[in-house]
T-cell receptor, first 111, second 117 residues
Framework: TQLLEQSPQFLSIQEGENLTVYCNSS?????LQWYRQEPGEGPVLLVT?????EVKKLKRLTFQFGDARKDSSLHITAAQPGDTGLYLC???????????FGQGTTLQVKP | DTEVTQTPKHLVMGMTNKKSLKCEQH?????MYWYKQKAKKPPELMFV???????INESVPSRFSPECPNSSLLNLHLHALQPEDSALYLC????????????????FGNGTRLTVT
């Protein structure tokens, strides 16, 4: 079983549309990270959320950490072709510090 | 530009070849990682080095052999690979692996695209 269930796994939308990606778990986390990986590159950190109920904004991206710190969402407003990529949520294992990724959401934004 | 540099960017090797992947960072990070990534899938952890000592081996086959010569360098030695080992190999670093640094992100390189023929 996956520690982090990410949905949807694939999303193809037109430029200007809005979308939401979800990252869910039955476990409680002290923090959660979102990464974006563009084609031909490594993942790059977008945000770390720490507090239950926290909302962080990064230009057209809005990140929310659930009140119980078990889930998170990423909302993109007015998507652009430059948003195309693989979006990954991730948490650190409690004892080992391993970074554990969700399955990822492959987003394609068509012009 | 990423602060973690990986070489080569692309590598094609036969199943009897021996090759090495290299990774370098100068951020003073004391934890370094190797990940393997297949297309449209998340990275899968292979190895973790903490303070130049191997701390995690995710049951990786012995045809992959990691090495950490010093705190800035990480190598992955490859020998007798199989075609299914073809993937993007990502190196990453972080300040350390201790719980006090759990909010610190991993800094990834852009990877080596490996093809085994």
């Amino acid at each position: 079983t996956q520690l982090l269930e990410q949905s949807p796994q694939f999303l193809s939308i037109q430029e200007g549309e809005n979308l939401t990606v979800y990252c869910n778990s039955s476990s409680v986390f002290s923090s959660l990270q979102w990464y974006r990986q563009e084609p031909g590159e490594g993942p790059v950190l977008l945000v770390t959320v720490v507090t239950g109920g926290e909302v962080k904004k990064l230009k057209r991206l809005t990140f929310q950490f659930g009140d119980a710190r078990k889930d998170s969402s990423l909302h993109i407003t007015a998507a652009q072709p430059g948003d195309t990529g693989l979006y990954l949520c991730a948490v650190r294992g409690s004892n080992t510090g391993k970074l554990i990724f969700g399955q990822g959401t492959t987003l394609q934004v068509k012009p | 530009d990423t602060e973690v540099t990986q070489t080569p960017k692309h590598l094609v090797m036969g199943m009897t070849n021996k090759k090495s992947l290299k990774c370098e960072q100068h951020m003073g990070h004391r934890a370094m990682y190797w990940y393997k990534q297949k297309a449209k899938k998340p990275p899968e952890l292979m190895f973790v080095y903490s303070y130049e000592k191997l701390s995690i081996n995710e049951s990786v086959p012995s045809r992959f052999s990691p090495e950490c010569p010093n705190s800035s360098l990480l190598n992955l030695h490859l020998h007798a690979l199989q075609p299914e080992d073809s993937a993007l190999y990502l190196c990453a670093s972080s300040p350390q692996t201790a719980p006090s640094s759990y909010n610190s992100p991993l800094h990834f390189g852009n990877g080596t695209r490996l093809t085994v023929t």
